[in-house]
């Protein structure tokens, strides 16, 4: 798997492995639940903005979903081609995607629409590339008091001497619902779906939690990052964070 080549218009190359490894599995049940919602089977027509590794991909095709995917990162794309073989996978930005207009039935985006530089232009193309009756499905990050990792993120920024960052809008359901509709779209489901973390030992959590760090990194900041988690801990000594993605799921007017 070839993970170089990264640029600093591409931080995620270089992360695809390590990725994979501690967060590849990770959002399985908001998948599930994304597929469902979405109505995805047989030859639905699916595309994946911000694929990732792609585990929503090959989840689609095994229900036999006809899956393409977008992603910034050639690293990603590499990886997603992997798991969903045959999959028309493209490195493509989420707010200029290379499918024409009305070819697919779902758009799905999974933790991936906060990282657009503009979250509308990327949920308009969406819209644009579904058919007319066609849904666009979102799943990401519920508010901050619903995800006990963002415990870890306070106890990093409070080391830094920094404010944690504010919380992004579409981690509320009001401005995602906004920004479905300033596409034209229509929600019709929205539910919140709990995706537990968890990591085997204090280097998986560590290196899950701290990913990018080189080694002086992960040595310097890996103590913050135990001390935080020690509520999370259990007997065996592996971690288990509860939070929650929130889907929305909304039809591009037949
Ligand atoms: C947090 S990961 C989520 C990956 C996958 N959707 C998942 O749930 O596992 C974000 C992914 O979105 C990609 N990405 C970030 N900004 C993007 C953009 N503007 N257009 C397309 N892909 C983007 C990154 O390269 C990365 O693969």
């Given at each position: 798997m070839d993970d170089a080549h990264p640029t600093d218009d591409d931080p995620w190359t270089a992360l695809a492995g390590d990725w994979a490894a501690a967060?590849?599995?990770?959002?399985a049940p908001a998948r599930a639940a994304l597929l469902d919602a979405a109505g995805v089977g047989p030859g639905t027509r699916l595309l994946d903005v911000g694929?990732?590794?792609?585990e929503l991909l090959a989840d689609a095709a095994a229900r036999g979903a006809v899956v393409a995917g977008a992603d910034l990162a050639p690293g990603m794309v590499a990886r997603s081609l992997a798991a969903a073989p045959g999959a028309d996978v493209r490195v493509a930005d989420a707010e200029d995607l290379p499918w024409p207009d009305g070819a697919l039935d779902v758009v799905a985006a999974v933790?991936?629409?906060?990282?657009?530089?503009?979250p509308a232009a990327a949920a308009a193309e969406a819209a644009r590339v579904l058919v007319p009756g066609g849904v666009l499905a979102v799943c990401g990050w519920a508010e901050r008091d619903r995800c006990a990792l963002d415990a870890v993120e306070a106890a990093l920024a409070a080391d830094d001497g920094e404010e944690v960052d504010?919380?992004?809008?579409?981690?509320?359901?009001g401005p995602v619902r906004a920004l479905l509709a300033g596409a034209g779209l229509a929600v019709e489901h929205v539910a919140l779906v709990e995706v537990p973390w968890t990591a085997a030992d204090d280097d998986a959590l560590v290196r899950g939690l701290l990913l990018g760090e080189d080694a002086a990194g992960l040595a310097g900041r890996g103590p913050v990052v135990v001390a935080a988690a020690a509520p999370f801990r259990r007997p065996d000594g592996s971690y288990r964070f509860r939070n929650a993605f929130r889907l929305v799921v909304a039809r591009r007017p037949g």
């Open positions: 967060w590849g599995g990770f959002a694929c990732g590794t792609g933790n991936v629409l906060h990282l657009a530089d503009d504010p919380e992004s809008p579409l981690r509320s359901e």
